[in-house]
T-cell receptor, first 112, second 113 residues
Framework: DSGVTQTPKHLITATGQRVTLRCSPRSGDLSVYWYQQSLDQGLQFLIQYYNGEERAKGNILERFSAQQFPDLHSELNLSSLELGDSALYFCASSVALGKEQFFGPGTRLTVL | GQNIDQPTEMTATEGAIVQINCTYQTSGFNGLFWYQQHAGEAPTFLSY????GLEEKGRFSSFLSRSKGYSYLLLKELQMKDSASYLCAVRDPGGGNTGKLIFGQGTTLQVKP
């Protein structure tokens, strides 16, 4: 158990819908990262927050957005869902920039 | 751009030693990580190298040569539970102090009895 929690564990929804994935970092970690893992793409960095502020952005689609709240938990919002958005979404946290990241168990999103 | 290469699959025998290589081409260098990932589970941190040389951690060791853009993960006394994917990742060397990781596609290791 890494200490990072993610909910829900599984999510099945239809194309065109919107979902919210939630992440709570390890106690004391200020940095939160979101990654997408699909079968053909490997782990792809989406976005990073540090102490409430956006710090880095990957190839995140405009349909996707995220935020980190004052209590440091983070949410990833995915809208206008497409079949290709089906993937495992991982959240990770680290105590400081550049330190090892600890990954949550992931949310498996299936878009039908 | 940034590019990370690892072999797709490897097979080894229980009790043996296996070396998983990773080469990277990046504009600059800011540290390299190895993670283990069992199918359907979260990646777990194994090792971190930022200076040249070998880092040893029990049955696992990781080596880095910055001049060659090369790293390897060495697993000794292989156990069946070591069957997993091993992910090489470099910290984004781009401008700005971020923790963004760029992952390779991973090497799936199968340990056979």
């Amino acid at each position: 158990d890494s200490g990072v929690t993610q909910t829900p564990k599984h999510l099945i929804t239809a194309t065109g819908q919107r979902v919210t994935l939630r992440c709570s970092p390890r106690s004391g970690d200020l940095s939160v990262y979101w990654y997408q893992q699909s079968l053909d793409q490997g782990l792809q960095f989406l976005i990073q927050y540090y102490n409430g502020e956006e710090r880095a952005k990957g190839n995140i689609l405009e349909r996707f957005s995220a935020q980190q709240f004052p209590d440091l938990h983070s949410e990833l919002n995915l809208s206008s869902l497409e079949l290709g958005d089906s993937a495992l979404y991982f959240c990770a946290s680290s105590v400081a920039l550049g330190k090892e990241q600890f990954f949550g168990p992931g949310t498996r999103l299936t878009v039908l | 751009g940034q590019n990370i290469d690892q072999p797709t699959e490897m097979t080894a025998t229980e009790g043996a030693i296996v070396q998983i290589n990773c080469t990277y081409q990046t504009s600059g260098f800011n540290g390299l990580f190895w993670y283990q990932q069992h199918a359907g589970e979260a990646p777990t941190f194994l090792s971190y190298n930022v200076l040249d040389g070998l880092e040893e951690k029990g049955r696992f060791s990781s080596f880095l040569s910055r001049s060659k853009g090369y790293s390897y993960l060495l697993l000794k006394e292989l156990q069946m539970k070591d069957s997993a994917s091993y992910l090489c990742a470099v910290r984004d060397p781009g401008g700005g102090n971020t923790g963004k990781l760029i992952f390779g596609q991973g090497t799936t290791l199968q340990v056979k009895p």
